[in-house]
């Protein structure tokens, strides 16, 4: 069975310090991954997807930058916090079938509080 | 109705009672799918429609699309308090990997 860990849980964290946030999946080969954000009480904005190991796509420009270092791990992360950063990032999965985005396997998520 | 740049809707019903929630879209797709997301929680996906479908079911669920108008429905029969969560339809422009979801519906099952 897949499984799909994000940590940490959630942070609060000072404007202008750095973040990461991480992401495994174990027990699929080769998903695509996505990393989503958002706002308490809004909807889903995507804002990376990678296809493959060391290629990753910027869908919004947030001032956050990711990284696809293994096959299994989704990493995003900036070096200033902006207050605008806080929400509820998640991390998710998806077989590469066919062309499109069909169903994605979302993570627990990390709650970010920045001061 | 759900998308774009609408205010998160609300429904508010009791336990027993049906429900509907509504979806429009902008971009052409074949496919559209329904999540929920309870508090705190990733979402899920609860159903996947194509195109070629219309309508599908699962369990409590059915799920219909009208391409012609760009919209989708989802239907919860006999809901449970458990089915209070906030619903989203989503979209993936054909040849993307983008998976767009729209603005949510917070439907609240009162016991």
């Known amino acids: 069975a897949q499984t799909i860990h994000q940590w940490p849980v959630a942070e609060i964290k000072a404007v202008g310090s750095p973040l990461s946030l991480g992401c495994t999946i174990k027990?699929?080969?080769?998903?695509?991954l996505y990393w989503y954000w958002q706002a308490t009480g809004g909807t889903l904005q995507q804002l990376f997807y990678?296809?493959?190991?060391?290629?990753v796509e910027s869908v919004v420009q947030l001032n956050l930058s990711a990284s696809r270092p293994k096959d299994d791990q989704f990493i995003l992360s900036t070096e200033k916090l902006l207050l605008s950063h806080s929400g509820f990032y998640l991390c998710?999965?998806?077989?590469?079938?066919?062309?499109?985005?069909?169903?994605?396997?979302f993570g627990s998520g990390t709650r970010l509080t920045v001061l | 109705s759900q998308w774009g740049e609408e205010n998160l809707q609300a429904l508010s019903i009791q336990e027993g009672e049906d429900v509907t929630m509504n979806c429009s879209y902008k971009?052409?797709?074949?496919?559209v799918q329904w999540y929920r997301q309870k508090s705190g929680k990733g979402p899920a996906q609860l159903i996947l429609?194509?195109?070629?479908?219309r309508e599908k079911r699962s369990g409590r669920l059915r799920a219909t699309l009208d391409t012609s108008s760009q919209s989708s429905s989802l239907s919860i029969t006999g809901t449970l308090a458990t089915d209070t969560a906030v619903y989203f339809c989503?979209?993936?422009?054909?040849?993307?990997?983008?998976?767009?979801f729209g603005s949510g519906t917070q439907l609240t099952v009162m016991p």
């Open positions: 989503a979209t993936a422009p054909s040849g993307s990997w983008q998976l767009i």
């Open positions: 990678s296809i493959t190991v060391g290629q």
């Open positions: 998710a999965w998806s077989l590469r079938l066919g062309a499109s985005a069909e169903t994605l396997y």
């Open positions: 429609i194509r195109s070629n479908e």
């Open positions: 027990g699929k080969s080769s998903p695509n």
């Open positions: 971009t052409y797709t074949t496919v």
